[in-house]
C-alpha cells in the first residue's frame, strides 16, 4: 500500500518576486513489522553446525590433496623398486641340455663343466605328480591359472595381515605364488621388506610373461627350496629326511616333504616333536589335496593312515665335488659366479647353477705360453728341495705360488697355486692365502706415496743409524724395548743413505724413517688402499715398514705392482672378458676398473729405482733373457717376512707383472726358510719369466722419458748438487745422475757441503781409529790432504753399545786435531866440540 503524503506540509510565505517553490512529497518506508528474537541456543547450534561443516569440508579438501600426494608418491615410490629391480631373465633361467666351455684367449679349450657336477638336479619329468600336487596344494592352488603372482590371494592375505595387527597379533598371512617363491629363492633376497616384495613380484610377472614355463618354474623352485639346515632341493631333502630318492616317495611322504618348507625349524623331522608337527601338516596337506581333487578318496585314507619312517641323516644326498679343474679354471668359475650374482640379482648357488646348467661360453684372459710355463716349473721337483730339517720333523713339503698378470690391461694371464700337479679340491695359494708380504710392500705403502706427494724425492738423505723405535711401546718388556729396533737385514747400519739406495738395498731402517717423518702412515696407508691393499687397522704400527703384521696374496701383491710397469695405473685383476649362451648372445660382458693412482712421472722414477734393484740390489740375478740372451728390461723387490717365514719376488718386464711366494704351509707351527732356500722365490720367478720371454724382444717399459722429469748429477752423502769434491770419496766417487719430478729437484745453488777436504796427521788416530786434522806443529812428512764426509748432524750413539755406522770411518771430529803433536819440539842445536885438554905429564927435571 502507497501513502499520499501531499498537502501534510504547508509552504511559507513568497515575496512578490519570489518564485514558488514547487512542493515535493516525501516518501515515507511502509512499517515492517520487526523479526522475532531467535534463542540464544538456536544460534549457538547453528554456528556450531556452519563450524563443523567448515572443518569437515576443509578435512575432506586435505584428504583428497593428500591423497593424490599420497598416491603420487607411492606410485613413484613403486616405480622406483620396479627400475631397481634386479635383472632377471627368462632365458638365464631355462635349463639346457648343453655344457659349458671355457676357453682361452686364444680360443683353445680350457675347461668342459658337465651339468650336475655341482649339486644334485632333478628334471621335471622325473619329480614325482604327488609332490608337485602336494606344494601346489599348499603352497598355491591357482597355480597353474595366474601370471606370476595371485592377486585376489595377495589382497586377502594383505587384508588378513592389516587385521591382525590392528589386533595386536602377529600372525602374517603368506601371499607369494610358487613363482614367487622361487624368485626369492633364486635372488636370495629373505628381507622382510616392501621393497622386497614388490621387486618380487615384478620379477614373477615379467619372468612368466617372457615365457618361463610353469614347468621350469617348478623345476627351478623346487631344486632350489631351501629345507632346513643346509639342505637344498628336494632330492637332497628326500635323502636326508627319508633315506631315499625322491622319485621314489611315498604321496604321504610327498605330502611330509611339502609340509617343511613353511617352516623348516618346525617340520624338519629331527626330534619326535618336530616329528609329530611334520605329520600334523602332512595331513592338512593331504586333506587340500583332496579338496582340490588331486588325489582320490581311497587314496586320502590310504596315505593318512601311513606312518612315515623317517631317518633323519643331514649329510646324505650332498655332493662333496673334487674339483678336476686347474687353479686358474677355478678361480674363473668364482669370478663368473660373482659377477652373475651381483649382475643378475640372484643368490651364489643360482648363479653356480646358470654356470653348470646352461651351456655358457666363457671366454677368459689365460694365455697358453704363460700358463705352460707356470705349470712347468711348478710341476718340476727341483724347484723344491726336501732340505728343511725342522719342515720334515712337521711333515710339510714346501710349497709356492705365483700369478702373472698383463699391467697394460689388468688381465690374469696365468697362476699356480701350490707345489705339484694340481689334485681335487685344494688350497689355491695364489688367491686364498695371506701371508707377510716382507720389503715387497716398502714401495707400495712408503716410497711411491713419498714421491707422488712431494715429501721425498729419490735423493733424499736419511741417516741410517742405530734406532730404538719401540722404547715406548708398553706392550712389550722393558728389556725388549731398549733393544734396537728396526734393523737392517746384515746387522750393520751404512749412515747417510738415498732414499734411491735404500730401497734398492732394501734397508729396513731407511724403510722406517721415511714412513714414520716423511711419508707417514696415513698417506702410506691412503695409497695402499687405492692399489687394493686397505690396511688402516695397522696404523701407527712401525713394523708395517717391513711387511709386519701384514697379509696378501701373490693374486694382490702383483695386481698392485701393476701401477710400477704402466704409468702408475692399477687395474683390478680380472679372468674373463665374456659370457655368451649357447646360441652366441652376450651374457655378460666384463668391464675392467682401473684407478689412476700415480702419476706418470712417480711410476717412472719408481721403475728406474726397482730396475736398479735387479740389477745390483737385492734382486741382482732375475734380469730376464730371451732365447737369444738379450736383456729384457725388469724391475722388482724381493721381500722377507720376518725369521725367514715367507720369501716373496714381485717384478715386471714391459710385457708383464709377477708375485711369487715360497715357504711352508705352517700348519702346525711357523717353519723358517733354511740359507739354502731363501733365493727360492726368486729361482722360480725367474725361471717362468725366463720360459714366457724366450720369443720376445727387447723393450723399454716407457716409450720415452715423461714430460716434467728432470735429471740433475747430485753426491749421495748429501743428496745435493755434486762438486769434484764428491768424486775424490775415499769409497770412490759419490755422484749419480739421479731422476726428480720437475720442481722438486735441488737449485743450482744447492752444492754439497757433506764433503770438504783437509788435512790430516797420519801419525795420529782417535779413539775411533780415525785421522785427525793436523795442527800447525804436525810434521810435513805426517801431512796428508784427504777428502772428507761432514756430517749434518753429530752422531752420538743413544745408548753406550749402539754401533757406529759405516761411514762414520770417513769423517773426523773438526775440533780436536792431532794431539801427539800439541807443541813445538826443542830446537836440536849442534855446538862445537870442545879442543881436549892434553894430559898431564909430570916435570922431572934432567
Known amino acids: 500500500m502507497k501513502l499520499n503524503l501531499r498537502g501534510l506540509f504547508k509552504p511559507k510565505p513568497k515575496s512578490g518576486n519570489e518564485r514558488p517553490k514547487v512542493k515535493r512529497e516525501k516518501k515515507v518506508k511502509p512499517a515492517i513489522s520487526a523479526p522475532r528474537k531467535r534463542s540464544p541456543v538456536v544460534n549457538a547450534l547453528l554456528f556450531s553446525l556452519k563450524v563443523i561443516w567448515g572443518a569437515i569440508r576443509l578435512i575432506l579438501t586435505i584428504l583428497i590433496v593428500a591423497g593424490f600426494i599420497g598416491s603420487g608418491l607411492v606410485a613413484g615410490l613403486v616405480y622406483g623398486y620396479i627400475e631397481t629391480t634386479p635383472e632377471l631373465s627368462a632365458v638365464d633361467l631355462t635349463p639346457t641340455k648343453y655344457n659349458t666351455f671355457i676357453y682361452d684367449v686364444d680360443g683353445n679349450v680350457l675347461a668342459e663343466l658337465k651339468q650336475n657336477e655341482n649339486r644334485v638336479w632333478i628334471e621335471f619329468a622325473e619329480i614325482p605328480q604327488n609332490l608337485i600336487n602336494a606344494y601346489i596344494a599348499v603352497e598355491d592352488k591357482r597355480f597353474w591359472d595366474h601370471k606370476g603372482v595371485d592377486f585376489r590371494r595377495f589382497l586377502k592375505s594383505t587384508y588378513n595381515t592389516i587385521i591382525s595387527k590392528l589386533k595386536g597379533e602377529d600372525d602374517l598371512q603368506g601371499g607369494s605364488t610358487l613363482t614367487q617363491q622361487m624368485v626369492k629363492n633364486l635372488t636370495g633376497n629373505m628381507k622382510p621388506t616392501i621393497k622386497r616384495k614388490i621387486q618380487e613380484m615384478w620379477q614373477a610377472l615379467k619372468l612368466e610373461r617372457e615365457g618361463l614355463s610353469k614347468e621350469d618354474i617348478l623345476t627351478r623352485y623346487m631344486n632350489t627350496i631351501p629345507m632346513g639346515s643346509t639342505i637344498y632341493g628336494i632330492e637332497t631333502a628326500a635323502q636326508a629326511y627319508y633315506g631315499k630318492d625322491v622319485r621314489n616317495l611315498s604321496l604321504a611322504e610327498c605330502a611330509s616333504l611339502a609340509g617343511i618348507t613353511n617352516w623348516p625349524t618346525r617340520y624338519i623331522p629331527n626330534s619326535d616333536e618336530n616329528k609329530a608337527n611334520n605329520m600334523e601338516r602332512a595331513h592338512l596337506i593331504l586333506d587340500l589335496m583332496f579338496e582340490q581333487g588331486m588325489i582320490t578318496e581311497e587314496e586320502h585314507t590310504q596315505a593318512m593312515q601311513e606312518e612315515i619312517d623317517f631317518t633323519f641323516n643331514p649329510g646324505a644326498g650332498k655332493i662333496t665335488r673334487s674339483s678336476i679343474q686347474s687353479y686358474f679354471v677355478e678361480e674363473v668359475i668364482k669370478s663368473v659366479v660373482k659377477d652373475l650374482s651381483e649382475q643378475k640379482g640372484i643368490s651364489a648357488q643360482t648363479a653356480e647353477d646358470m654356470v653348470y646348467n646352461s651351456g655358457l661360453k666363457i671366454y677368459t684372459t689365460q694365455e697358453k705360453k704363460v700358463q705352460n710355463a707356470l705349470d712347468s716349473v711348478y710341476t718340476d721337483e727341483t724347484y723344491f728341495p726336501l732340505i728343511n730339517e725342522e719342515a720334515k720333523l712337521r711333515e710339510e713339503i714346501p710349497q709356492s705360488a705365483m700369478v702373472v698378470i698383463d699391467p697394460a690391461t689388468g688381465a690374469v694371464r696365468g697362476l699356480y697355486g701350490g707345489n705339484g700337479k694340481k689334485e681335487g679340491s685344494v688350497l689355491n695359494r695364489a688367491t686364498g692365502m695371506g701371508r707377510s708380504p716382507g720389503s715387497t710392500i716398502k714401495p707400495l705403502l712408503i716410497y711411491a706415496p713419498g714421491i707422488e706427494t712431494g715429501r721425498i724425492t729419490a735423493a733424499t738423505i736419511i741417516d741410517d743409524v742405530a734406532q730404538h723405535m719401540r722404547l715406548n711401546d708398553l706392550s712389550i718388556p722393558e728389556k725388549e724395548r731398549q733393544q734396537i729396533y728396526p734393523r737392517n737385514v746384515e746387522k750393520r747400519n751404512y749412515g747417510l743413505t738415498t732414499v734411491h739406495e735404500g730401497l734398492v738395498q732394501s734397508r729396513n731402517v731407511v724403510a722406517s724413517l721415511v714412513l714414520r717423518d716423511y711419508t707417514t702412515f696415513k698417506v702410506g696407508l691412503d695409497y695402499l688402499e687405492r692399489v687394493g691393499l686397505p690396511c688402516w687397522d695397522k696404523e701407527g704400527m712401525i713394523s708395517i715398514a717391513m711387511g709386519g703384521g701384514l697379509e696378501m696374496s701373490p693374486m694382490q701383491m702383483a695386481a698392485a705392482y701393476t701401477v710400477f710397469a704402466y704409468k702408475g695405473v692399477y687395474w683390478e685383476p680380472y679372468f674373463y672378458t665374456s659370457i655368451e649362451d649357447y646360441d652366441g648372445n652376450l651374457v655378460l660382458e666384463k668391464d675392467p676398473k682401473m684407478t689412476k693412482v700415480y702419476s706418470e712421472q712417480t711410476a717412472f722414477i719408481m721403475n728406474n729405482i726397482l730396475q736398479d734393484a735387479v740389477l745390483y740390489g737385492t734382486g741382482k740375478g732375475n734380469l730376464v733373457l730371451n ?220
Open 627 to 846: 732365447k737369444n740372451g738379450e736383456a729384457i728390461p725388469t724391475a722388482g723387490k724381493t721381500g722377507t717376512a720376518d725369521k725367514s717365514i715367507d720369501k716373496w719376488f714381485n717384478g715386471a718386464t714391459p710385457y708383464y707383472v709377477a708375485s711369487t711366494w715360497y715357504g711352508y704351509d705352517n700348519s702346525k707351527a711357523p717353519i723358517s726358510l733354511t740359507s739354502e732356500e731363501t733365493n727360492n722365490a726368486k729361482k722360480i720367478w725367474h725361471a717362468v719369466m725366463t720360459k714366457i720371454h724366450e720369443d720376445m724382444q727387447p723393450t723399454d717399459f716407457f716409450s720415452s722419458v715423461p714430460a716434467k722429469i728432470v735429471t740433475r748429477k747430485v753426491c749421495k752423502d748429501s743428496g745435493k748438487l755434486a762438486t769434484s769434491l764428491c768424486e775424490q770419496d775415499p769409497r770412490g766417487s759419490r755422484v749419480v745422475e739421479e731422476y726428480f719430478i720437475d720442481g722438486t729437484e735441488p737449485d743450482y745453488g744447492e752444492t754439497c757441503d757433506a764433503h770438504f777436504k783437509a788435512k790430516v796427521c797420519s801419525a795420529s788416530k782417535d779413539i775411533y781409529d780415525r785421522h785427525v786434522l793436523a795442527n800447525e806443529y804436525c810434521p810435513a812428512e805426517t801431512i796428508t790432504e784427504q777428502v772428507l764426509v761432514r756430517r749434518p748432524i753429530e752422531y752420538n750413539p743413544p745408548f753406550p753399545s749402539d754401533p757406529y755406522p759405516e761411514d762414520w770411518k770417513y769423517g773426523v771430529y773438526e775440533d780436536v786435531p792431532c794431539a801427539i803433536h800439541s807443541q813445538p819440539l826443542e830446537p836440536i842445536i849442534t855446538l862445537p866440540l870442545p879442543t881436549p885438554t892434553p894430559a898431564y905429564v909430570p916435570f922431572r927435571p934432567y
